[in-house]
């Protein structure tokens, strides 16, 4: 019985260890090409951040890995109401901290979101990471994002790179 326990627990922490594990998955919708994966955890957070194009103030939107699950669109911040702003949501919590509106407890279920990335003003967070998307993929494009589960070493594969204007990796000096 002991020798029966032992090896179903390390079977399950071999699993843990070389198994799959969430990744933010970046993809350029269009061309269907790979951008980036960022390696997450079961309850990590991420954010997108850019200037909303016509109230010209600061958004982000702010998602959680949902267990297998895909993500969730957890809050929505921003700076002041106006054209574009939804003014309904049910059953959320408004608040106002440091000059953001935010609004929280949405718990809206998202296999992707998409975002059209026009200018250098869009930034994702990922953890302490922070990246200037204008950076790392040409402006115009339209960034898939989505919460995949792929093996540990999948990090070496498809690191999220800066890149030029023209789409090509930026190679440090």
Same mark, same amino acid.
């Not at 090896?7 to 970046?26: A, E, K, N, S, T």
């Not at 200037?51 to 002041?80: C, D, Q």
């Not at 975002?115 to 960034?143: A, C, E, F, M, N």
């Given at each position: 019985?002991?020798?029966?326990?032992?090896?179903?627990?390390?079977?399950?922490?071999?699993?843990?260890?070389?198994?799959?594990?969430?990744?933010?998955?970046?993809?350029?919708?269009?061309?269907?090409?790979?951008?980036?994966?960022?390696?997450?955890?079961?309850?990590?957070?991420?954010?997108?951040?850019?200037?909303?194009?016509?109230?010209?103030?600061?958004?982000?939107?702010?998602?959680?890995?949902?267990?297998?699950?895909?993500?969730?669109?957890?809050?929505?911040?921003?700076?002041?109401?106006?054209?574009?702003?939804?003014?309904?949501?049910?059953?959320?919590?408004?608040?106002?901290?440091?000059?953001?509106? *935010? +609004?929280?407890?949405?718990?809206?279920?998202?296999?992707? &979101? %998409?975002? @059209?990335? $026009?200018?250098?003003?869009?930034?994702? *967070? +990922?953890?302490?990471?922070?990246?200037?998307?204008?950076? &790392? %993929?040409? @402006?115009? $494009?339209?960034?898939?994002?989505?919460?995949?589960?792929?093996?540990?070493?999948?990090?070496?594969?498809?690191? %999220?790179?800066?890149?030029?204007?023209?789409?090509?990796?930026?190679?440090?000096?």
């Amino acid at each position: 019985m002991k020798k029966r326990t032992a090896r179903i627990l390390l079977l399950i922490v071999g699993l843990i260890l070389i198994g799959p594990h969430p990744f933010l998955f970046l993809q350029d919708f269009h061309r269907q090409e790979t951008v980036g994966a960022v390696p997450m955890h079961f309850t990590d957070a991420f954010s997108v951040e850019w200037i909303h194009s016509v109230e010209l103030t600061p958004w982000r939107e702010t998602y959680h890995v949902h267990w297998m699950n895909g993500m969730e669109l957890a809050e929505t911040s921003f700076r002041s109401f106006g054209a574009g702003v939804p003014t309904e949501f049910s059953g959320a919590d408004f608040s106002v901290r440091n000059g953001w509106i *935010t +609004v929280s407890g949405l718990h809206e279920q998202r296999d992707s &979101v %998409l975002y @059209l990335i $026009t200018r250098d003003d869009y930034k994702l *967070t +990922v953890g302490t990471q922070v990246w200037k998307l204008s950076d &790392v %993929l040409p @402006l115009g $494009t339209s960034l898939e994002l989505s919460v995949k589960w792929f093996p540990w070493w999948y990090r070496y594969l498809y690191r %999220l790179e800066k890149r030029d204007d023209r789409g090509k990796e930026v190679t440090s000096e």
